[in-house]
């Protein structure tokens, strides 16, 4: 075994069919195989999966985003964990790289579900021992789960991507201030000012903002946009537009989960400020729908190099998203 990877005797590497190709990144980063998942549905259209491997007294990763079909994905995840446990698993780890449920965070109508940490439950009772996930929607879903849970951070590989690009006059601009402490811990990684949007969510697919917070935007040529999740593009189009008017001639914007639904991406980069597209692969994009504006940068090392150090015991507290 070479030092620090992980002893293929001893683990099993698993992938639903939501993100195969990262999954298999972060198996080849920990020089470990990904055993096969038989995955097929009965005449009722009931899922039926098989692990391909023995778990037996071993520790278990299973690898799987919940980007849609979201509820499809989750109850492969669900049947899954509940296969290592049955089956007698050692540790199972519930690596969940996209975990779509954090934006439903709180009660703000009546008689509505905080799904969020039903799913949290959910996970446990199916046999989930640890869970590792990547820039939740909102840091209190951290304390929705009962078994131990490591929320990375996206941040390293931004902040490689951009920092060696020319930054001058260039500000960091988060759409919303529930991003506003994450975007300026990044603004202050490529040493740059950072304003926040003051929005306001009227649906699921329309948002106003009503001005900007922080640094003055008047006098900077381009902005980097930084949120942790694109899904129809509406937060990104409308702190665009702000910007634009006020002088704003560049747009890079830049997110963790890169969902793109109803036409986002094609939406987005219909603007033509709107330069480049970066997101990580949380998310898989088949290569048909991906635009030419689009980069999309791995994060595979980032949970491989988490899962070797939890393997070995060893501190992830600087992986963590609030480090």
Not at 244 to 263: K, L, P, S, Y
Not at 285 to 294: A, D, M, S, V
């Amino acid at each position: 075994m070479t030092p620090g990877a992980t002893d293929p005797s001893e683990v099993r590497f698993f992938s639903g069919s939501s993100n195969p190709q990262l999954a298999a990144d972060i198996a080849r980063h920990l020089q470990a195989p990904l055993d096969p998942t038989v995955i097929s549905r009965f005449s009722n259209d009931d899922l039926n999966i098989q692990l391909g491997a023995s778990v037996r007294g071993r520790a278990v990763y299973i690898i799987q985003s919940l980007d849609p079909p979201v509820n499809d994905h989750l109850v492969e995840l669900l049947m899954m964990l509940d296969i290592a446990r049955s089956a007698s698993a050692k540790e199972i780890h519930a690596i969940i790289p996209y975990f779509s449920f954090a934006r439903s965070d709180k009660k703000d109508a009546p008689r509505i579900c905080i799904t969020a940490r039903l799913v949290a439950d959910l996970l446990r009772t199916a046999g989930a021992t640890h869970v590792m996930t990547m820039a939740l929607h909102s840091p209190q879903v951290h304390g929705f789960f009962s078994v131990p849970t490591d929320p990375l951070t996206s941040r390293p590989v931004f902040r490689s991507h951009f920092q060696s690009r020319d930054l001058a006059n260039t500000i960091v601009v988060a759409p919303d201030l529930g991003n506003a402490k994450t975007a300026a811990r990044f603004a202050k990684d490529l040493g740059l000012p950072i304003a926040a949007g003051n929005k306001e969510r009227i649906s699921d697919t329309e948002v106003r903002i009503t001005g900007m917070v922080g640094h003055l935007i008047r006098g900077y040529k381009r902005a980097l946009l930084y949120d942790d999740e694109i899904a129809t593009g509406g937060s990104i189009l409308e702190i665009s537009r702000i910007l634009i008017e006020q002088g704003i001639e560049e747009i890079w914007a830049a997110c963790t989960h890169g969902v793109f639904v109803r036409n986002a991406l094609e939406r987005l980069a219909a603007v033509p400020q709107i330069a480049e597209i970066v997101t990580t692969d949380t998310v898989h994009i088949p290569p048909e729908k991906r635009h030419p504006k689009l980069r999309i940068v791995s994060v595979a090392h980032v949970f491989g190099e988490a899962i070797r150090r939890n393997y070995l015991r060893e501190s992830i507290g600087d992986l963590f998203v609030f480090g």
